[in-house]
């Protein structure tokens, strides 16, 4: 595959819970999690995921991965339509698309050591001969920051940064081309955030890695991104390249998102935009745009009508009636 051709297209995807079915097993009511979300990741980019809790950004990297079966539209990984990929297909597949979980706490068993956690992948995918295993588990180790000596050693004797680096170094060990980092530095303190994503950084440069990057952070997704995309309850409201959204961003809720960034000059009075009343349910969600009960903007079609999601220019991508 060249570097012209996308690595992962993702088209018009959706995922849904049942929540009430009849006795014989028919779906009579649904939570929609991921809702109609389509785009293009080219080899080696960052396309950063941004939006409030539950808007459905984690189901929608779950969904890419196949961890949760999509319910509903396509997703081609280097040219092959792996959406209905069985268990079975989907295992040559495994080696080039993995996940950083969010807690690196729980994400590691605590009864294996380092070595046993990092080794397993390796030995299960074949990637190097038995008696290599160990040579290139501490390697791999080296370029995660982690020291020979912790091969040994067991999750709970490590801080939650040093744990990051562990799961890095499983996600990594099977030599992957897509990584969905799931709010890798969330659950980390300021200081060791920095680091790990300056790990992130160097580690993609020096693999050729292409990142799905979901945060709730907009400092974090401004620095790492090279594309972002802004969800609001299972949608894709705003899409485009991060010097497109920072400069121009179009989406009144993207502009909310924006000015809720601080700002380290005390001195500096910010233009908060406060969002009136909560997030809807996705088990129920409000009939035309989505976001049109908390927007200060709405109009009489925001409630009746779905806006068009579609391009202003340069890749630009939005869902607004405002704009139409």
Same mark, same amino acid.
């Given at each position: 595959?060249s570097?012209?051709?996308?690595?992962?297209?993702?088209?018009?995807?959706?995922k849904?819970?049942p929540?009430?079915?009849?006795?014989?097993?028919?779906?009579?009511?649904?939570?929609?999690? #991921?809702?109609?979300?389509?785009?293009?990741?080219?080899?080696? @980019?960052?396309? *950063? &995921?941004?939006?409030?809790?539950?808007?459905?950004?984690?189901?929608?990297?779950?969904?890419?991965?196949?961890?949760?079966?999509?319910?509903?539209?396509?997703?081609? %990984?280097?040219?092959?339509? &792996?959406?209905?990929?069985n !268990?079975?297909?989907m295992?040559?597949?495994?080696?080039?698309?993995?996940?950083?979980?969010?807690?690196?706490?729980?994400?590691? =068993?605590?009864?294996s050591?380092v070595?046993? &956690?990092?080794?397993? +992948?390796?030995? #299960?995918?074949?990637? #190097? $001969?038995?008696?290599?295993?160990?040579?290139?588990?501490?390697?791999?180790?080296?370029?995660?920051?982690?020291r020979?000596?912790?091969?040994?050693?067991? +999750?709970? @004797?490590?801080?939650?940064?040093?744990?990051?680096?562990?799961?890095?170094?499983?996600?990594?060990?099977?030599? $992957?081309?897509?990584?969905?980092?799931?709010?890798?530095?969330?659950?980390?303190?300021? /200081?060791?955030?920095a680091?790990i994503?300056?790990?992130?950084?160097?580690?993609?440069? !020096?693999?050729?890695?292409?990142?799905?990057?979901?945060?709730?952070?907009? !400092?974090v997704?401004? %620095?790492?991104?090279?594309?972002?995309?802004?969800?609001?309850?299972?949608?894709?409201?705003? %899409?485009?390249?991060?010097?497109?959204?920072?400069?121009?961003?179009?989406h $009144?809720?993207?502009?909310?998102?924006? !000015?809720?960034?601080?700002? =380290?000059? $005390?001195?500096?009075k910010?233009?908060r935009i406060?969002? /009136?009343?909560? &997030?809807?349910?996705p088990?129920?969600?409000?009939k035309g745009?989505?976001?049109?009960?908390?927007?200060?903007?709405?109009?009489?079609i925001?409630? @009746?009508?779905?806006?068009?999601?579609?391009?202003? *220019?340069?890749?630009?991508?939005?869902?607004?009636?405002?704009?139409?």
């Amino acid at each position: 595959m060249s570097n012209n051709e996308p690595i992962l297209e993702v088209k018009n995807l959706r995922k849904c819970f049942p929540l009430k079915k009849t006795l014989m097993g028919k779906v009579t009511k649904e939570l929609v999690a #991921v809702d109609d979300v389509s785009f293009t990741l080219m080899p080696g @980019e960052t396309l *950063g &995921i941004v939006g409030e809790s539950g808007c459905g950004k984690t189901t929608m990297g779950r969904a890419i991965l196949k961890l949760h079966q999509p319910t509903s539209g396509q997703i081609i %990984f280097k040219g092959q339509d &792996i959406t209905n990929y069985n !268990s079975s297909k989907m295992r040559d597949i495994r080696t080039k698309m993995q996940i950083i979980f969010q807690d690196p706490y729980s994400s590691l =068993p605590p009864r294996s050591t380092v070595g046993g &956690i990092l080794s397993e +992948p390796v030995m #299960v995918h074949n990637i #190097v $001969p038995r008696s290599q295993v160990k040579d290139y588990v501490l390697d791999l180790m080296d370029k995660c920051g982690l020291r020979d000596y912790y091969y040994e050693r067991y +999750p709970h @004797e490590f801080s939650g940064g040093q744990r990051q680096r562990i799961c890095i170094a499983r996600a990594l060990a099977v030599n $992957p081309e897509l990584v969905v980092c799931d709010e890798p530095v969330s659950a980390l303190d300021v /200081s060791i955030q920095a680091q790990i994503i300056n790990l992130l950084k160097s580690l993609q440069e !020096s693999m050729n890695l292409t990142y799905i990057f979901i945060s709730h952070d907009l !400092s974090v997704v401004k %620095f790492i991104s090279d594309k972002i995309g802004v969800m609001y309850l299972g949608s894709m409201v705003e %899409f485009g390249t991060k010097a497109e959204i920072f400069a121009n961003p179009l989406h $009144p809720y993207t502009k909310a998102l924006f !000015s809720a960034i601080p700002y =380290p000059d $005390p001195d500096v009075k910010m233009n908060r935009i406060v969002l /009136s009343g909560d &997030i809807p349910s996705p088990a129920n969600p409000p009939k035309g745009c989505r976001f049109h009960t908390r927007c200060p903007y709405a109009k009489d079609i925001c409630k @009746e009508e779905t806006p068009e999601y579609k391009d202003y *220019g340069n890749g630009h991508f939005a869902a607004c009636h405002l704009l139409q």
